[in-house]
């Protein structure tokens, strides 16, 4: 292998790829990036088995050839070095040689011994934004919980369309993003849907290959933004959530900058279940938290409408965070979840059951 490309491009898509590196491996190549030269282009592939990333970068290739190598040390290396250019050649089988003003060699491993990635499979299905509608469901994600369907997004093909679900057994969240194509429902896993988050803002081509016998690890890959993310698909039933969005209610609006100061002020005593409490009083909206311990504290903010319920803290301030310059919160009663729908997307929140 002997290729000569920009260190700019170059240390751009390495820093991209090694995003989908595994950080906790027992095999040294699982900590390695795939290098590969030809077609006019050097190819650079991340893997953690669960995802894996590939990008490319322009290239002058006189001899084809591939290289597993640690990022981190070759990323040090053109981060230090000033050249424009930079020159990857392979030395025997595990050894690349990298010229870019300095010169460094680096040990490596032999490509054959790169795990192996899924190919694109698949009839494109185009997406526009699905970048911003996952940041704004993912916090809902949950978070290794013992239940691997709720670690990641569900997927959903309608027509025009895909629904996109995120949902943790405390709190859910759907949006919709609009699509043009079908592929089977899928759930994506929590790491490729941080790195789509993070690295593919622009439209996206969906690959999902069917399910059959010749899939024997289903996967689902996306395209754009000069990346391709693969990710295994996870297997089993995602949950009927949609038959814990209540209907009806009334509406409470409350001005989010304060109810926010509100929540600072009253997490000074709040309990260990984390609990804290609306009640609305007159024109009021009273938040309050209740410990043992420490006491209690209360404050008033200006709202409209009446409520009565209380809410995990961390969980209400992640809906917060999506909200406009105000929450608008549907009630039904201490006992029904709360509903937020904010530019298209629908936040609800499982009540807590507190002594009043």
Known sequence: MRATTQ???LLETLGKVKSAVAVKHTIPVMGAVLIRAGGGQVTLTGTNLEVALTASCKANVSRQGAIAVLPKTLEAFLKAVKAETVTLSL???THLKVEAGATTTLDGFEAQDFPQVQGVRGKAVEVTGLASALKQISYAMAKENGRPVLEGVHFTPENGAVVLAAADGFRLAETKV???GQFEQTIVPSMAVQLIEKLMPGKVSIHRAKNGKSTKYPHISFVGDGLVLTAMVTMGTYPNY????????????????????ALDVVSITLPDNEAVRFQTRGGNLVVSTKNEEKGETEIKVPAKGKAKIAFNI?????????ASEQLILRLRDAQTPGVV?????????MPMFVEW
């Open 341 to 349: 729908k904010q530019n298209g997307t629908i936040h609800v929140l």
């Open 91 to 93: 030395v025997g089988k």
């Open 242 to 261: 949609k038959q814990v969005i209540p209907k009806g209610g009334s509406l409470l609006t409350v001005d989010k900058g304060a109810l926010k100061n």
């Open 7 to 9: 260190r700019g491009a």
């Open 178 to 180: 609009k699509a043009k």
């Open 314 to 322: 961390h969980y209400l301030r992640d809906v917060l965070a999506k």
